[in-house]
């Protein structure tokens, strides 16, 4: 069985220039295609919840209901598409022979798009059967999560680790194994599924019982061989790697050295890196074609070659594709260098004060983050039991003190014996947590308050008193408001829609620049140009969380974020002053160094969730 899948991978790079061109054009193919048709699906279903954007735990809502559900089906069939017409059109030149990539490439891809409805079809069947299977298996992971992991805040449990996270680990765990071996019991199955649809002309719904039956007792042997046909990509892969980060680190980038020259190495090294990504991509895929193709025996032995008139319009398209990712890159280019040219306007932001170097949400960290010169200080903010207002990020206090009580039933007076400063240091056990007045008096005519109005389904009034007590004091032009709860961002506009608020988001699909409010703040993993620029362009500002390295810094405000919410505000603050006095090129090595892996060491953060 390794000799079959070494021969598959021998095979797919004799056939390299076959298979490389070939892959490349149908995946610029499936950008100027199937790309705009998932967004525009994106999009529709979006819309259906009346909102342009759904964020975190709306989404999970609105895919719970049955529009979202249907929408989510027809999104996720839509991907699949994707990956299975780059497979399908690899497998159909195979099946082909042709020695030519442009024959076999446009006569594969004519078969292909003569299918197209039928492979959909093999896809929304394909996700609908993987939904159904996975579906009770999912239920039995939330009731353990549910039965292990809800007395406390879910930040205790991902910080500490204790007996209920391990049991709960162990379990979900093991209800993972066993809807993975369900999977691979039935994937192996209907290996042959897409072969029959593509190449047999069968029906998506009779495909997959039609694969099982050929499958039969062939199973064992193809998990085997997908096993090893998976470990060998990922061998090269991370040998690829190593070659790419071991000349990355031979790049002289040391002071006093020439930074342009690091500037073309890099790109080179980069550009390397990249062309054998995609000739490993090109190999992998086409090495797979052939360990399938091993155990397929078509009824149909000669396979459907399209005629000559109809190959060329697949051809045209897919030049036409490339010509629109070439004026698209050169585009993009140039956005970058504008990027990188334009002078910086991220304001810093010290997440919960200055994390880094002080307990969280403490009037030390407070103190700490204006000290080192933040433009904005961001809390959290809770209703105690008697209804005053608390800094405080969890619904409980057993991260910080180990102490079961939730916010909700706490009174002022309990909060003030609990010691939330000695888990980050003895000389902070006099910190204790402190109240939104506090803050703010400290903040007064030194720098501004992002307020984070945490929700956990025990709020009062929350947004009336704290409209109250900044009005009591004066500070309406120097705080922010923000949530993850849209409907509490919409209810701080109506209550007063003077005040800078936004919305915040760990995740989100559809377009948030058409969100109420004058900022988002969206998780670094979010960030794009394209998500930058829409937000802008709405007139709104962006701010990314949290961003502790230096590097990673430099690449946000490169690319134009409106602001730095980060731990480290004395660190963010420096890596702004030494881009001030950094060239383009300068600015632009260090937004690669940070594209391609490269990272400062600094201290992982306990927490950086918003």
């Known amino acids: 069985m390794f000799q079959a899948v070494t021969h598959a991978y021998a095979e797919a790079w004799a056939r390299r220039w076959v298979f490389v061109p070939i892959y490349v054009a149908v995946r610029l193919l499936l950008v100027a295609l199937i790309a705009p048709g998932v967004a525009v699906a994106v999009n529709l279903a979006v819309s259906l919840s009346d909102q342009t954007a759904l964020t975190d735990q709306d989404i999970a809502m609105f895919l719970l209901s049955p529009a979202g559900f ?59 059967r993987v939904l159904l299977l996975a579906l009770p298996f999912v239920a039995i992971a939330g009731l353990i999560a549910w039965w292990t992991l809800t007395e406390y805040d879910i930040n205790y449990y991902l910080t500490f680790h204790p007996p209920a996270f391990q049991v709960a680990v162990v379990l979900i765990g093991l209800v993972g194994l066993a809807l993975a071996w ?72 040391q002071e006093g050295g020439s930074l342009r020259l690091a500037l073309i190495l890099s790109l080179i090294i980069a550009g390397l890196w990249s062309l054998a990504g995609l000739v490993l991509a090109a190999t992998a895929l086409g090495a797979l074609a052939v360990v399938l ?23 045209l398209v897919t030049v036409a594709a490339a010509l629109a990712a070439l004026g698209i890159g050169l585009w993009f280019g140039q956005s970058l260098l504008e990027r990188v040219q334009a002078p910086d306007h991220a304001e810093v932001i010290g997440h919960r004060g200055a994390a880094a170097l002080r307990p969280e949400n403490t009037m030390a960290s407070v ?61 902070y056990a006099a910190e204790r947590t402190p109240t939104l007045r506090e803050v703010l008096e400290a903040a007064r005519g030194k720098s501004k308050v992002l307020i984070e109005l945490k929700y ?72 794009t140009p394209g998500l930058i620029r829409k937000v802008q362009d709405a007139g709104k500002d962006i701010y990314v969380w949290t961003v502790n390295d230096p590097l990673q810094m430099s690449r946000m405000a490169s690319m134009g974020v409106d602001g730095l919410i980060t731990d480290r505000p004395a660190m963010a603050n420096e890596v702004l002053r030494v881009r001030a006095e950094m060239g383009p090129g300068e600015r632009l090595l260090l937004w690669l160094a940070t594209t391609f892996g490269l990272q400062v060491d600094t201290e992982a953060m306990r927490d950086e969730s918003p």
Do not use: C
């Open 367 to 427: 103190l700490k983050a204006i000290e080192d010169g933040a433009d904005w200080v961001e809390i959290d903010v809770q209703e105690t039991a008697d209804d005053v207002i608390i800094v405080a990020h969890d619904s409980d206090f057993m991260k910080l003190a180990g102490v079961n009580l939730k916010v909700w039933d706490a009174t002022i007076q309990d909060v003030a014996d609990i010691d939330i400063g000695s888990w980050f240091g003895p000389e």
């Open 293 to 315: 193709d091993a155990f397929f025996e078509a009824e149909t032995k000669e396979v459907p070659h399209p005629e000559p008139r109809r190959v060329r319009v697949p051809v």
């Open 70 to 128: 249907i929408a989510g089906v027809a999104v996720l069939s839509l991907f699949l598409l994707a990956e299975v017409f780059v497979f399908s059109v690899m497998a159909g030149s195979l099946r082909m022979g042709e020695g030519d990539p442009w024959r076999a490439g446009g006569a594969a891809l004519a078969l292909n798009l003569s299918r197209f409805p039928a492979l959909f079809g093999f896809a929304v069947r394909f996700i609908l």
């Open 456 to 527: 956990y389904g025990h709020d009062v009034d929350l947004e009336n008193r704290v409209i109250h007590l900044v009005e009591e004091l004066g500070m309406q032009g120097d705080i922010a408001t923000m949530s993850l709860k849209y409907p509490a961002v919409q209810k701080m506009k109506k209550l007063r829609p003077d005040w800078r608020s936004g919305v915040l988001a760990a995740t989100a699909v559809g377009d948030l620049s058409g969100l109420e409010g004058e900022f988002v703040a969206v998780n670094a993993g979010m960030v």
């Open 182 to 253: 369900v999977l691979i019991r039935r994937l192996s199955g209907w290996a042959l599924a897409l072969h029959l649809v593509l190449f047999e002309g069968a029906s998506p719904r009779g495909a997959f019982a039609k694969s099982e039956q050929k499958m039969e007792g062939k199973r064992g042997r193809l998990k085997i061989e997908l096993a090893l046909w998976l470990g060998m990509r990922l061998v090269i892969a991370a040998l690829i790697a190593a070659m790419a980060s071991l000349l990355f680190a031979l790049v002289p980038v």
